[in-house]
């Protein structure tokens, strides 16, 4: 574990914010940001992603499996960005961090050939998963990699980097000359404690940022804001599926915990958490 400071404005004061699974998430004094302090080395955090298991008090699995309810989602929020751009011209994407390849089957749903698109993964797993559906998926370092795309997609992707704005300027760099940025992550850092969705799955999630703070720093780093779309967070749309799950857990172990989560859960579910954030490589 390391000691680091806010990578956002630099700050190294700031306030405990709460603990988790062995971990500290602390809120910077000067931003705001929330961040894991200490966090994992960057030599144990690239060991985690590639196998999926992220060490704290318990072992973290972050492997997971295909969603189909996840292209659902995806396609449905596409479209409300992009309208019918997506159906027009061909255009070629990266999407990275691409999971089990839900977007990149949400975009051959939507987009009818139009966009030829691949995916980067850290996790063997995945990308192993990814491949079997015959998805274009493997891994490679974007720094090294000299291909630019119409578009490059981060979903669920920024709460894990340890340096977001030097990534943002690499994506910056991979871009065609107006291409364009989609990224998703949550809009929290702003929430009270008792209000922030749970768990925060540290220390895999490395931090959490706000809306004024990301366009803030895509701003600086060469993007011009396009729109900004903001859902209830993905796992509090199916509620029915979260409070069947803590009830029977409550039922199984009588742990008032359990229930205390799901009250944390349902009035998390009104806050508009899941923040998509469209941008265009600013000239």
Known sequence: ????????????????????????????????????????????????????????????????????TKVAIYRKVLIDIYGMELQGRKRTWLDIGCGHGELLVA????????????????????????????????YFDLASHDEQYDSISLLNVYSHLTNPPEFLRLVRQRLRPKGEVLLQTGDTASLPVDKHPRPFRLPDELSFASEQILLRMLRQCGFEIISVNKYPAIKLRFMKSIIVKRILKFVLTHKSSQLTALYTELRAAKYQTDMWIRARAAV
């Open 107 to 138: 975009l051959q749903k939507l987009c009818k050939g139009n966009v030829v698109a691949k995916g980067i993964e850290p996790n063997r797993h995945k990308i192993a998963a990814a491949r079997k559906r015959g998805l274009d998926v493997g």
């Open 1 to 68: 574990m390391i000691e680091v400071s806010c990578y956002n404005c630099g700050s190294a004061h700031h306030t405990l914010y709460a603990t988790e699974n062995g971990c500290s998430l602390v809120k910077c004094t000067g931003c705001g940001l929330l961040y894991v302090n200490p966090r994992p080395s960057d030599q144990e955090i690239d060991e985690s992603v590639k196998v999926g298991a992220h060490k704290g008090e318990q072992t973290l699995n972050s492997t997971g499996h295909y969603m189909a």
